[in-house]
Every structure is written in structure tokens, then in C-alpha cells.
């Protein structure tokens, strides 16, 4: 397992690192753009972050990485269970990128609220969540190239759904974060992601192997 997860790292550093960059100045762009209340590029770094297990297994299942593990004394579920790991670490990564950004917002601005942190981390965490929870279960069922149209599918949901709250402004916080019980709010919808992840999680372990060629 520890050798499945270095190779990935391996990959991060040389295929995806760009996307790592690229959601660290999205966070930054986030900062400066709290001034208005907007946390849409702070939601778009998450977003980013989220596609990073996807990623991985486009060059695994381009590169035949299936053929070559099976002579590894691997399992499936390790296989497939280190593509889950990198995408809560994307999450964990996501949302710690996202604290930061608010904290350097709030001391600039201003302009911060609890009721905004809250609903920022909530969504930050749902997008990086989301599009594995659907997508990697069908690239092992299907393969990537077949599944990549659900992909295609999956950013223009998340875009739409990005585009609904940043335009909404208060008004759409308000109708999901309550000022009383935001943050039990928080712990249940997170608590319901991370399961669905669970599910989505042995689902692929299940299908692993199956791609139709």
C-alpha cells in the first residue's frame, strides 16, 4: 500500500502538479476577493484538488498500470483504496488551503463571518468530495475513456452549482446555513458525504477489474 501511494506521488509531482499550483492561487485569488463576500475561487481550488484521483487513474488506465499489478503483491482494495486516500487528502488539503485564504481574508477585510467560514468549508469539502463519489465507481466499472463523459457531466453540475451560490450571494447561505445550528449542519452533511464516499468506495473495490475494453 505505502508503495502504490508513493508511486501516485510520484505521478502528482511530475503529471499533476500544476493542479496543486493552480488551486493554491485560486485560494490566493480567494483572498482578495472575500473583500466582496465572493468565495467562488476559493471554491474553484477545491474543485480542482478534486480531480486529482481521477487524474491518477486516466495515466493508471492509459498506462495498462492494471496488467502490471496484477504480479504485485497488492490486493484490489489497496489498489483502488490509495485513488480514495489521495482524494481525502485533497479534501483535508482543500480545506486547510481554504482556512488559511479566510484567515488572511478576515485580516484584511474584515468582511468574514462565521456563517460564511462555515458555509465556505462545507462546499470547499462537497466539491472535492462529489465528483469522485460518482466518477471513480463508473471509470472502473466502465473505463476512463467511457467514463469521462459522466465527468463532463459532473464539472458542468459542480459549475452550476458554484455559479448558484456565488450569484445567490447571502440569500442561498442563509437558506442552507441557518445562523442557529450552522455548524451541526456542518458535522451531518459532512457525516453523509464521507459515507457515500464509504459506499462509493467499496462499490469500486467491486467493480475493479470489470472495465469493458
Same mark, same amino acid.
Given at each position: 500500500?505505502?508503495?502504490? #501511494?508513493?508511486?501516485?506521488?510520484? $505521478?502528482?509531482?511530475?503529471?499533476?502538479?500544476?493542479?496543486?499550483? *493552480?488551486?493554491?492561487?485560486?485560494?490566493?485569488?480567494?483572498? =482578495? =476577493?472575500?473583500?466582496?463576500?465572493?468565495?467562488? =475561487?476559493?471554491?474553484?481550488?477545491?474543485?480542482?484538488?478534486?480531480?486529482?484521483?481521477?487524474? @491518477?487513474?486516466?495515466?493508471?488506465?492509459?498506462?495498462?498500470?492494471?496488467?502490471?499489478?496484477?504480479?504485485?503483491?497488492?490486493?484490489?482494495?489497496?489498489?483502488?483504496?490509495?485513488?480514495?486516500?489521495?482524494?481525502?487528502?485533497?479534501?483535508?488539503?482543500?480545506?486547510?488551503?481554504?482556512?488559511?485564504?479566510?484567515?488572511?481574508? $478576515? @485580516?484584511?477585510?474584515?468582511?468574514?463571518?462565521?456563517? #460564511?467560514?462555515?458555509?465556505?468549508?462545507? $462546499?470547499?469539502?462537497?466539491?472535492?468530495?462529489?465528483?469522485?463519489?460518482?466518477?471513480?465507481? #463508473?471509470?472502473? /466499472?466502465?473505463?476512463?475513456?467511457?467514463? /469521462?463523459?459522466?465527468?463532463?457531466?459532473?464539472?458542468?453540475?459542480? *459549475?452550476?452549482?458554484?455559479?448558484?451560490?456565488?450569484?445567490?450571494?447571502?440569500?442561498?447561505?442563509?437558506?442552507?446555513?441557518?445562523?442557529?445550528?450552522?455548524?451541526?449542519?456542518?458535522?451531518?452533511?459532512?457525516?453523509?458525504?464521507?459515507? #457515500?464516499?464509504?459506499?462509493?468506495? /467499496?462499490?469500486?473495490?467491486?467493480?475493479?477489474?470489470?472495465?469493458? $475494453?
Amino acid at each position: 500500500m505505502k508503495g502504490l #501511494l508513493l508511486k501516485d506521488a510520484y $505521478q502528482m509531482w511530475s503529471y499533476t502538479r500544476w493542479i496543486i499550483l *493552480a488551486s493554491v492561487a485560486m485560494m490566493l485569488m480567494g483572498t =482578495f =476577493f472575500m473583500k466582496e463576500g465572493s468565495n467562488f =475561487f476559493m471554491l474553484y481550488g477545491g474543485f480542482l484538488l478534486g480531480i486529482l484521483p481521477m487524474t @491518477l487513474l486516466a495515466y493508471d488506465q492509459n498506462g495498462r498500470f492494471s496488467a502490471y499489478s496484477a504480479a504485485l503483491p497488492v490486493t484490489k482494495g489497496q489498489i483502488v483504496g490509495g485513488k480514495y486516500l489521495i482524494g481525502l487528502c485533497g479534501m483535508v488539503l482543500a480545506e486547510l488551503l481554504s482556512m488559511t485564504a479566510l484567515a488572511a481574508a $478576515q @485580516l484584511l477585510w474584515g468582511t468574514v463571518t462565521v456563517q #460564511l467560514t462555515v458555509a465556505t468549508l462545507l $462546499q470547499v469539502a462537497m466539491l472535492t468530495l462529489l465528483g469522485n463519489i460518482i466518477l471513480l465507481p #463508473l471509470a472502473y /466499472r466502465l473505463g476512463y475513456q467511457k467514463a /469521462r463523459y459522466a465527468y463532463y457531466l459532473c464539472i458542468g453540475l459542480l *459549475a452550476s452549482f458554484m455559479g448558484y451560490f456565488v450569484s445567490s450571494g447571502d440569500n442561498a447561505l442563509n437558506s442552507l446555513l441557518p445562523a442557529q445550528g450552522s455548524l451541526l449542519v456542518l458535522v451531518v452533511v459532512l457525516a453523509a458525504a464521507l459515507a #457515500l464516499y464509504a459506499l462509493s468506495w /467499496r462499490l469500486s473495490v467491486a467493480w475493479y477489474g470489470k472495465a469493458e $475494453q
